[in-house]
Structure formats: structure tokens, C-alpha cells
């Protein structure tokens, strides 16, 4: 069954620094997602990206973040100067036609530590 | 959007039925109803979804009730598997996004 990959499994940076999550969606997908989890909360909505641009963002996806699908497989999440309260489990979702309700499949995640 | 509740945790036996409950009292008729778990360590994977008919698929059954102010989600014979935070999340039919909007769910225990 086709998956969605993220890549790495653990990132570990310096506050201040930029970092790039990366994710590869499922080949035929049209719609992604980046959510995050900090450690011991819930899974949180950043940002959905659909035919090239932002569709939503929430209030966390701020000028710090952005997205890109710089080759049309790989989905990524740019953080530029990362703070100590951006450590959480960062998860790339991908979907089909939204218009039928397909199901969103996650990868398994990034976990972004700031020190 | 409409809220769900859920409660915050519940144990089963392995190899036996499980049912997770799901308040959803101020549904709208355009709101669909899914399920996702996490399971330990990985990302949220989606289980079932519905409107307003019960529905069965290879993981679980979607029970819905006839007002749609409450579903349950059925696991036939838990496994140790089955071990995971499950997710009533409540979906609008007509947005485009469909951003999935997660509580802090059911936490599910299997013993063997």
C-alpha cells in the first residue's frame, strides 16, 4: 500500500537555525497537510497546500514557517529561525479529491528537538 | 465547527468487541463523522468515516445514531494492536480543505 515518507525521523537544531522537513506524499494526491504535536498534546493543523499555493493556515503557521512542493513529489516545511517551543512531532498528511471526503494518510513524523 | 466528546480513556480484552463512544450533539446535516487513531509513536491513521448510515470496513464499524447526535466506533475482536488514541473528528461537506481538527481523544488499553 503506498505510504507517505518524512524525512528525517529526527532533526535535532540549534535555536536561531533554519530547518527543512521534508515529506514525500502518496504519487497521486492532490491535497497536503503539515500538522505538529508537541509532546503530550494534541495533534495540531499549520497549513494545507493545494494546487501550488496555501488553501489555509492556522494561527501557529506564521512568517517564520512556509511550504513548498519545489519538484511535485516532495512536500516540504521550512522553519527559519526556530525557537526552543517549536520541539514537537512535525506529520506531513496527503489526500485525494477532497470533494469525496478521501481520507488524509499521514507519515509517521519528524520530531524537530530545539536546543 | 461542532464538538465532539469522547471519553478519555477505556480498556478492553484482547480478542473481545470494543465500542468507543462519540457525543456530537450540535452536528449539522453536512458534517460527516470520522475516525482516526495514533497509534504509540506514529502518525494519525484514518479508520472510518460516515454521514448518516452504518458502515463496515476491514478495521472497524461505524455505528451511527438516527439523530447523529452520538456514533460508535466498533472494533470487532481487539487485538494488542488495537492499542492506540482514537479520534472523533467531525468534517463539513463543501469546504475544501477538510483540515482534520483533532481532540485529545479515547485512549485505548488491550490487555492480553
Known amino acids: 500500500e503506498p505510504e507517505v515518507t518524512q524525512t528525517p525521523s529526527h532533526q535535532v537544531t540549534q535555536m536561531g537555525q533554519e530547518v527543512i522537513l521534508r515529506c514525500v506524499p502518496i504519487?497521486?494526491?492532490?491535497?497536503f497537510y503539515w500538522y505538529r504535536q508537541i509532546l503530550g498534546q494534541k495533534v495540531e493543523f499549520l497549513v494545507s497546500?493545494?494546487?501550488?499555493?496555501?488553501?489555509?493556515k492556522s494561527e501557529i503557521f506564521d512568517d517564520q514557517f512556509s511550504v513548498e512542493r519545489p519538484d511535485g513529489s516532495n512536500f516540504t516545511l521550512k522553519i527559519r529561525s526556530t525557537k526552543l517551543e517549536d520541539s514537537a512531532m512535525y506529520f506531513c498528511a496527503s489526500a485525494g479529491e477532497a470533494g469525496q471526503l478521501q481520507p488524509q494518510h499521514f507519515g509517521d513524523g519528524t520530531r524537530l528537538s530545539i536546543l | 465547527d461542532a464538538k465532539t466528546t469522547q471519553p478519555n480513556s477505556m480498556e478492553s480484552n484482547e480478542e473481545e468487541p470494543v465500542h468507543l463512544p462519540c457525543n456530537h450533539s450540535t452536528i449539522s446535516g453536512t458534517d460527516y463523522i470520522h475516525w482516526y487513531r495514533q497509534l504509540p509513536s506514529q502518525g494519525p491513521e484514518y479508520v472510518i468515516h460516515g454521514l448518516t448510515s452504518n458502515v463496515n470496513n476491514r478495521m472497524a464499524s461505524l455505528a451511527i445514531a438516527e439523530d447523529r447526535k452520538s456514533s460508535t466506533l466498533i472494533l470487532h475482536r481487539a487485538t494488542l494492536r488495537d492499542a492506540a488514541v482514537y479520534y472523533c473528528i467531525l468534517i463539513r461537506r463543501g469546504g475544501s480543505n477538510y483540515k482534520l481538527t483533532f481532540g485529545k481523544g479515547t485512549l485505548l488499553t488491550v490487555n492480553p
Open positions: 497546500f493545494y494546487n501550488n499555493e496555501i488553501s489555509e
Open positions: 504519487s497521486n494526491h492532490l491535497y
